[in-house]
């Protein structure tokens, strides 16, 4: 495999930024520039290119389901990991006694299409809003539940879930399993069978490396059919070009939850970002980018600071861990004045890894912070 000082030659932002808010934006890397320059030629010039552009939509989905070890009939392609959780929803016929369990880990997008549809339904099960234990879907609340929703890596702080545990717990009830893994995927490896989940969602822009407008949606082949889509359009027909008003069939696979024109140029942009990912190990990349995270929170330690979760005591990290501070903004701009991007939320400035940062980006960060704390003590 490649090494992280060669990936990250593939990414201009590095000339002039320690670039750490790829749980914000993943880094523009060549390959994609030119993958949007092309695009673009190719329009210019042909016009319509229906066949390739959707053709690109297709390898998208074929490297993402290799990505996570699933199979390419098992992924839909939608705009947003918003779309992609109402798709699957409001697709699973529920009844309206069935109970939906989220947490105040989960992204606020993800959870609000949930209360949308099921109300006081959805059972919040995290006693801190930053940490979640197994223990906390207890068999009480796990009684008459439907579905559970968890995130892979919580956009918060980085605080990974016990998720194959979870799933475990929930399937004993009865419950299917979503997980949102748009804060881990392409950061963090992802096999949905050992992870047991029944629907995975994940979007192209953070560490998957691509831009906004596709997110991938991993359907279990036990739920393929049982789906029952509310919203469609024709690319969720048997055979899109039909174009029979009439018919509303589904196709066997996960690709009956897509609805209309998907985002072709996203498709290009995250089809050509997946072709570098597909060049690592996941695995490899997984434990690479855990010893900055976890170098990191000692830099953060020793500067006397606090990151987000640290007082939990409990539980594994993604590839971010948020510094807590009562002035995120402040904080940003000086890092920024330091040549240090990261991603300002809530109380906190998240920091965030791939395979493209280094030790020494967590060396610079350590000194920045030190700087930073010494003048706020004056
Ligand atoms: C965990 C998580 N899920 C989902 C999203 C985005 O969802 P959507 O594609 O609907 O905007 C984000 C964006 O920050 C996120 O961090």
């Known amino acids: 495999m490649i090494a992280p000082a060669e990936f990250r030659g593939q990414f201009s932002v590095f000339e002039h930024t320690i670039y750490c808010a790829s749980c914000s934006q993943g880094a523009l890397s060549k390959t994609v520039q030119t993958a949007i320059g092309d695009f673009v030629q190719g329009w210019d010039e042909q016009g319509a290119r229906w066949d390739v552009w959707t053709e690109s939509l297709e390898s998208a989905r074929r490297r993402f389901a290799a990505l996570i070890h699933a199979r390419p009939e098992d ?13 699957v929803v409001s697709s699973l016929g529920l009844t309206s006694d069935a109970a939906i369990l989220s947490s105040r880990l989960e992204f606020p997008s993800i959870a609000q299409v949930l209360v949308n549809a099921a109300g006081p339904r959805v059972k919040f099960v995290d006693q801190d809003g930053l940490s979640l234990t197994v223990d906390d879907y207890t068999g009480e609340l796990l009684n008459g539940a439907k579905l559970v929703s968890v995130p892979l890596v919580s956009y918060k702080n980085g605080f990974r879930p016990p998720v194959e545990d979870i799933a ?22 992802v096999d949905v069978t050992e992870m047991g989940c029944d629907f995975l969602v994940a979007g192209s822009l953070k560490y998957l490396l691509g831009t906004g407008g596709v997110a ?7 739920w393929h059919e049982r789906l029952q889509p509310v919203m469609t359009g024709w690319f969720g027909r048997v055979n899109p070009y039909a174009f029979d008003p009439h018919t509303v069939d589904f196709p066997p696979t996960a690709r009956r939850l897509e609805t209309g024109t998907p985002a072709v140029l996203s498709a ?30 000692s830099v953060v330690e020793d500067q006397g600071l606090q990151w987000v ?12 861990a948020a510094v807590q501070t009562s002035d995120p903004a402040g904080l940003d701009a000086y890092l920024r004045s330091r040549g240090i991007a990261g991603s300002p939320r809530g109380q906190a400035l998240r920091l965030s890894f791939h395979y493209y940062n280094t030790q020494a980006d967590v060396l610079h ?3 920045a912070l030190k700087d930073w704390s010494r003048d706020r003590r004056r």
Do not use: C, N
């Open 75 to 87: 992924i839909a392609v939608l705009p947003s990991a918003s779309e992609a959780v109402f798709q």
């Open 168 to 189: 475990e717990r929930a399937h004993r009830h009865g419950a299917a399993v979503l997980v949102d893994a748009y804060q881990g995927a392409g950061a963090v490896a």
């Open 216 to 222: 991938f949606v991993y359907v279990h082949p036990h």
């Open 268 to 297: 290009r942009v995250a089809d050509a970002a997946l072709s570098l990912l597909a060049q690592l190990d996941a695995k490899r990349v997984e434990s690479y980018v855990a010893g900055l995270v976890s170098a990191l929170q």
């Open 309 to 320: 979760g640290h007082g939990t005591g409990k539980g594994t990290w993604g590839p971010m």
């Open 365 to 367: 960060i350590a000194d």
